[in-house]
């Protein structure tokens, strides 16, 4: 926010709402217990609760009167696979920033009391794996995607795997992952980044080492 606020582009762009998505099926408060994630909801303008199809009518209730005790002001709204009319979310005029900022006499914003390091006080890291030797696709699953930490919370990357000839997309939410396949217009590699709280990046790395071939 600081970034079009606390800058010159402040006289050249306009924030309209602050717009946080909620993962009904993966976020709890107790996982979720962090600075940082009670923040995107505090400062959030709208609020949305996506993937309601896969939890219950309950949990999903429960996710909104949580989130009402941490931000009673913000716009709350439901949807699957983040499907949502755009009228609901672009050009509303939401924005209650200003109340949160303070200038100093260089006419720069910051926000009140504003956390440093907040995510690495979390305990939330990232990890890059890359490598030019592709994977097992059997040790990938078994090895890697059945044994997956409960924390790590994100990983994306493109997988080059062995028995394929085929670029893979992979994208991971929580214990859900997905794979979209495309043709390769570089050379094969493997690209990986994983996101989560207090990981080890030697067991991790040396796990993804394990997946792949001679």
Not at 50 to 69: G, M, R
Not at 96 to 107: A, C, G, S, T, V
Not at 196 to 201: A, F, I, K, S, V
Request: with cysteine; net charge negative.
């Amino acid at each position: 926010m600081l970034t079009f606020l606390g800058t010159e582009l402040k006289d050249l762009t306009y924030l309209d709402s602050v717009l946080t998505l909620v993962d009904c099926e993966n976020f709890t408060p107790d996982h979720f217990d962090s600075e940082a994630a009670l923040k995107q909801i505090a400062y959030g303008d709208i609020i949305l609760l996506n993937k309601t199809d896969l939890v219950s009518q309950d949990k999903v209730d429960y996710l909104e009167s949580y989130i009402k005790t941490i931000n009673n002001a913000a716009r709350i709204l439901r949807s699957q696979y983040s499907k949502i009319p755009f009228y609901l979310i672009l050009d509303v005029n939401l924005s209650k920033l200003q109340p949160y900022l303070i200038e100093d006499k260089n006419h720069q914003y910051e926000l009140q009391k504003k956390p440093k390091n907040h995510l690495i006080n979390d305990g939330f890291t990232s990890i890059s794996f890359r490598s030019k030797r592709p994977f097992s696709m059997l040790k990938f699953q078994h090895n890697f995607l059945d044994e997956l930490p409960e924390n790590i919370f994100r990983a994306k990357g493109i997988l080059w795997f062995q028995e394929s000839e085929s670029k893979h997309i992979f994208q991971l939410s929580g214990k859900r992952y997905d794979m979209q396949v495309e043709e390769w217009s570089t050379t094969p590699t493997n690209q990986l980044v994983l996101i989560g709280r207090d990981l080890n990046p030697l067991i991790i790395q040396q796990g993804l080492t394990n997946c792949l071939t001679m």
